[in-house]
């Protein structure tokens, strides 16, 4: 249920060239595949063509850098391969509905704001709670300085002494009443830095608190450093559900990025993740003899 392997490889050319001249000619010969194929898939899988996923992230770079440097807004502007500072002025107000200018003057005042908050406290989430069999051993803070979309992300990291018996999760959960009797889609990004192993999960549980849908991507599971990808998970929620949870979980070492989580109802169409499925187990006993 992640990225096929050519939007995947698509996507990681892409985070490495975001301040280079891209062509969408060069794709097929950096890629492996033809532009045809390449274009349709990654418009199928993400919902944007090639050239305004490039435009959003660099965008969603270029506010970064308004944060958290001094580079003039022309500067930053000619860095991202923007035509002019009107024509970047223009297509950044189009995603984040202020010019960059008074982006960067309302956003450092939110910050300063923030900090002395924080100051001397450790740092919250709103809706996001860290748990784990050792949640002393790993951190979870909202980062402003790596994101997918918009200007933070949830950042789950291991601390000196985790390894690979510990695992924390950062999560939520709530009432399943929407959803009940329909198939949940699951939709988020990760980025991972030296990560034993991680992924996103969710879990339908039923009025008696039983787990009755669960999927934590154990068989899919995102390792070491990657760019961001996309991922998701699918579940029925009965009709008997009563919450659904979700998160990241991180196994052992390392760091994970998530953003962008999303919910949508989706038809029997899209096969389920489900791992308690009983269809995985076979209908009758086999070799009881053991001649086979």
Request: net charge negative.
């Amino acid at each position: 249920m992640q990225y096929s392997e050519v939007t995947q490889k698509t996507i990681s050319y892409i985070e490495g060239n975001l301040t280079e001249e891209i062509q969408l000619n060069t794709f097929p010969a950096v890629i492996g595949y033809s532009k045809f194929h390449l274009t349709r898939i990654f418009k199928k899988e993400t919902g944007k063509s090639i050239g305004e996923y490039i435009r959003l992230r660099r965008l969603s770079m270029a506010a970064m850098l308004l944060l958290h440097s001094d580079e003039t807004i022309m500067s930053i502007a000619f860095l991202f391969h923007f035509q002019s500072q009107e024509a970047f002025t223009r297509a950044f107000k189009e995603v984040y509905a202020v010019p960059p200018g008074k982006y960067r003057k309302l956003m450092k005042i939110v910050r300063m704001t923030e900090e002395e908050k924080n100051m001397n406290t450790h740092e919250q989430i709103k809706g996001w709670s860290l748990s784990g069999s050792n949640p002393e051993l790993y951190g979870l803070v909202s980062d402003s300085t790596v994101c997918h979309t918009g200007t933070q992300s949830g950042l789950l990291y291991a601390k000196g002494n985790a390894d690979g018996q510990h695992f924390a999760t950062m999560m939520q959960g709530f009432q399943a009443q929407e959803y009940k009797g329909k198939r949940l889609k699951l939709s988020c990004f990760l980025k991972t830095e030296d990560a034993d192993k991680c992924g996103a999960w969710l879990r339908i549980d039923n009025v008696n608190g039983d787990t009755v849908q669960f999927d934590n991507m154990d068989n899919r599971s995102v390792q070491g450093t990657t760019d961001w990808n996309h991922y998701s998970l699918v579940l029925d929620v009965p009709e008997d559900s009563a919450s659904i949870h979700f998160g990241v979980l991180l196994i052992g070492k390392g760091k994970v990025w998530a953003d962008g989580f999303r919910f949508e109802v989706v038809t029997d169409k899209v096969p389920t993740t489900n791992m308690l499925l009983e269809e995985q187990l076979p209908a009758q006993p086999t070799n009881l003899d053991f001649s086979e």
